[in-house]
Each structure stands twice: as C-alpha cells, then as structure tokens.
C-alpha cells in the first residue's frame, strides 16, 4: 500500500448518491476503496479473458462413494506439480465432499486442469473462478 | 449529465498505472468516464440481484423450420403486453433466425418471459442480459 | 431437424425428478428439447471460451443527450462493415436509449468492437453476450 | 448411485457429434455422465437465482501488511458460526494471502456476508461461487 497518488473523479451527482448508498451497504469504510476494488475486479477479468496468468480456485463436489474417484481427484492434482497450491477438504454430509484446490497458470491451463477434474466419474459438480492475476 | 461533482481518490500508482493502460486500451477519454461505467455496471449487477426492477434483453437463436415456433415466439410477446419494449429479427442463414427482444420488468418476471421462450421447441439457445435498472 | 439419432441415458431417480420438475417449470415439451438446449449452451461457451466465430449481441444504454454520441456509435458500425449484421433502436425515456448491435466474428474481434463503443462518452453501460457459434 | 433409471433420448446427429468432441476432450467416460453433470449444474444456478439453501465457496485476496485485515477476517467468519464449515489460507507471495472459505446457507446471506468480507479495508478482491444446493 506504499506509494499512493491521489487523482480527482467527475461525476454527475444522482450517480454518486447511488454508489455512496450501494458502498455503505457493502461496509466500504470509503469510496477509494471501493473503488480499487472494482478497478481490481476489472483488470482480473480483463487479464483472465486475454489468457494472462493467475491464481484460480476450482471448486469440486464429488460423491466419495463412487470407487476410485477421491485417488484419482489427488492423482491429478500431483500431476500438476507446481501448479497446485493448496488444496481443502470439507464433509458436507453423508458421502458428499466438497474439495477446494488452489492453483497457478495460465487461464488456458488452469481450465484444462478444472476440466479433467470435473470429467471424472463421481464429481458432481464444479467450477473455476479466478482469484487474482499474477503480479 | 447535468449536475456534477468532483471528489478525490487514493490509489496506489501501480494499480492506477494498469488501470490506464487497460482503459487507454479500451479507448476511453479519461479516467471519470471509465470509472462512472464500472460504477453503473456494479449497480446494475447488484440491483438485478437483489430483484429491482429493469430493462433487459432476451436473445433467441431458433430454427424456423419447426412448425409454429415463429408463431409462438411472437404470441407470447404478444401475451407480455407492456412489458416487451421492441424486439429485431435477424437472419442467421438458411433456417436459422436470430430474434432480440427489449423488455422491462422485475428480474424475475423477465427470467420467467426468457424461461418461456427458451423452452418452445425450436428454440435452439438463449441468454437474458440485464441493460440498465429503472432510473 | 432431419437426421435424428437416439441413445440411452442412465441417471439416479433423484435427479431425474428434479431435472423433470425443472423441465416442466420451463415449459419444455420433452426431456430431448430440454438437454438439447443445455448441450447447445455448453457448446456454445466452449467455443466462445476458445477464440471460435459466433454471433453476439451488444447492447448498449447511452444518453442521447451527449454531444455526438449516436453519430458515433453509427460511424463505428459501419467501420465495422460486414461484422455487424443488423441493430435495433429503443427509447427507454428522457434521454435514455438503448441499441442492440447484432454482430458475427471472433470472440476477440467482437470484444474489441463492444469495448470501442463501451468506451464512448455518453455509453452509459453495456454487455456482449454469445447468441450463436458458426455452424 | 444406487437407483439408477434408464431413458431415451433424440438429438440431430450434428449436434450429437459436437457433444461427443467436446466430452471427449474434457476427459469424461461416457455421455450419461456428462449429461448428468450439465443437468446439475443447470439445477444449482436454478436453485440459486431462486433464493434457494445451498454451499458456497467465498475466495479472498487480500494485503495482509494492512492493519487487522487478518483479524477482521477471522471475527467475521466467527459472528458467521454455524454457516462457515471450513476455511483455508495460502501465501501467494509476499504480503499477499488468499482465503478460500466454504460456507453453508441461503443465497442472500451468503452473499451478504461475502460483501462484509470483500468491503474491509486491506481485501483486494474476491468472489462466491455457488459450489452445491442442498440435497
């Protein structure tokens, strides 16, 4: 948070009264911050879309029942090497799991990674949403 | 754009060195332009979410060769009433039709409309986007 | 529709209800149209995902009122030439108009086109959304 | 797994040849499961535009050199009690750390108490994600 600069924003009124009443509801303790967050927000997606590198959360729910499938979910995840960060396992009941993996690369790659993963025979569902673009 | 305001934002310069380079990249005048977009654009998003009411567009991409589904397209605009602004209708080549309807309405009940339309046989794909919440 | 094939698909009951309940909510005649439209959705952002051509709506919401706005948005279609295949006009009250731009290309080359008229001053807001993939 | 049910379904083989290229490369085993995992997906974002309970994954990025971030965090996710099942923290480097938290509840909640993560001071950026509805 070092080296700060500080610039002036034009703005019709009716549009301010809007954001400030939308940003108290958030808990932003001011506009500045609020606004770095939405700059941040645009430049990930802007980053993600033109293929950039970044970290990534691939959410998965698996049925921990069907055979093989818990494995061959951390086989996979061995394969990437590197790429992976960190991973979390949460029981959401009975024999649903749900694990969180982070991971690192290339949004082609990490969504490679995410789609073998979501293929194989017993998880539910998934998805991928990226976190942060590489500095 | 009548009545405006000026106030000060603090940012760090490396946040706001790619922020200029992502809105140079985007052709945008200046830094408060682009700044009132992403505002409009979280306001939108957020008012949509919470089932405020709005203008969308629902686009159909359909078959016209399957019996009766231009006819039932435009039955339930018609059915809609108010609600349908405007719609176009563009052809995509051979049998395949692009049509794009305006609406306005709560969220819920254009994604009922969209619902609607989406699932006629022939219909091949669709998507409602929100455009802007009511002023 | 001419060269139907059939196949069998195996799905624990549970889901089945659920997806039938869904269905019926839709208005959807048959589970064929129903998963049609979803494996044409998939395909879809598939091949929007990988730089493939498509067909896009943008729709755009400006203020009229802005000097040389609507000339401009005019001038960057038809630079845009054959890309954009038709586009619709609609009042949305006062000084608010919304145009829905019906364009065929690349992801990229559509997404350049939408980010030159987002960045427009007087654009107040604004979305692409992939309608269709070439066939 | 156990109740399975077997039914039919027609498609235009075009389609159907696309969907077996695309299946193929996302590494699936056969149609039946990747159908099923259309048709779940398809039933979350459902249930979850619906106002539906449902587990979600809340992912952070944050400064952690900036004052009580951390500890700001963590007291929220303890007034969350009962709705917060698990959590994780890596380094990416530096002063930056990712949070990932999995929690339990009704989309509006969870989406509120993802806004009061993403509005402290010293949190860069973040999502929620929709990982599973309830059963």
Redesign the interface.
């Known amino acids: ?16 009264e ?2 400030d009443e ?2 108290a ?5 001011n ?14 997606r ?1 980053a993600w ?1 033109r293929g950039g590198e970044g ?1 990534a ?1 691939i ?1 998965l ?1 698996y ?1 921990a ?2 055979r093989e499938v818990t494995e061959r979910i951390h086989a996979i995840q061995r394969e990437a090497g590197d790429r992976v ?4 396992h ?1 029981h ?2 009975k024999e ?1 799991c ?1 694990e ?1 993996i ?1 991971a690192r690369g290339s949004s082609a790659r990490l ?1 490679a990674l995410a ?2 993963l ?4 017993g ?5 991928m ?4 673009a590489e ?1």
């Open positions: 948070m070092s080296d700060l600069v500080r610039f002036g924003v034009a703005m019709e009124r009716a549009l301010l809007r954001f939308r940003i509801r958030k808990g932003y303790e506009r500045s911050e609020a606004l770095r967050d939405l700059i941040r927000a645009d430049l990930l802007d879309d970290v959360t959410t729910v049925d029942s069907v960060i960190s991973s979390m949460t959401l009941g649903r749900l969180v982070v969504r789609d073998r979501l293929g194989l025979r998880v539910l569902s998934g998805e949403v990226a976190a942060a500095p």
